[in-house]
């Protein structure tokens, strides 16, 4: 598939999901899955989540560039199983800050993240024209850390950091890859 086959409609299409823009409309939804424990478990702001949040997110980052977010949807149900993004976009640096969640349970484990990953990344290098993408992660979350290392992430770095509301520290990881020749 090239790099135009793959968009349509705006939605970067996969083999199984697609990735579409995100939209004020998906307010409900992103606080909805942001505040469920198994996603707030393995997120770096551990912080309730509400709608005015959400609304300033999209008026400052997305509106403004800094970050694009997506709705990722499974293209057998078109369901919305999780978002995805790449924000703090350093167009001089070329880089950008990389990042995803599968909030459906029944939808985690089944090559989905793997997928959006590869989409996403496609997107940020191809079409972007950036050069590198580097991420946090929680040391304890090993699977996405196995996920990412698998799609050409390097560690550089772990340090503590406060990720709950009542000041309890955490081991995160900084992650980072570049663009293949």
């Not at 990389?98 to 089944?110: M, P």
């Amino acid at each position: 598939m090239t790099k135009h086959d793959k968009m349509k409609d705006g939605c970067i299409m996969g083999e199984k999901l697609y990735l579409r823009p995100i939209s004020t409309a998906d307010t409900g939804l992103i606080v909805d899955w942001r505040n469920r424990p198994q996603i707030m478990a393995i997120s770096i702001n551990r912080r309730p989540f509400d709608e005015n949040g959400h609304r300033k997110w999209l008026a400052t980052m997305v509106e403004t560039g800094k970050a694009v977010q997506f709705i990722i949807v499974e293209k057998a149900t078109a369901r919305p199983i999780g978002s995805c993004y790449l924000r703090d976009m350093d167009y001089g640096q070329k880089a950008a800050q990389f990042g995803l969640f599968i909030a459906e349970a029944d939808a985690q484990g089944q090559g989905f993240g793997t997928e959006c990953s590869r989409l996403l990344m496609d997107h940020a290098f191809e079409t972007l024209s950036l050069n590198r993408l580097y991420l946090y992660v929680l040391a304890k979350n090993t699977a996405a850390i196995r996920l990412y290392e698998q799609l050409g992430f390097c560690r550089k770095s772990s340090r503590k950091i406060d990720t709950l509301p009542e000041g309890a520290t955490e081991d995160v990881v900084l992650m980072s890859c570049t663009r293949h020749p």
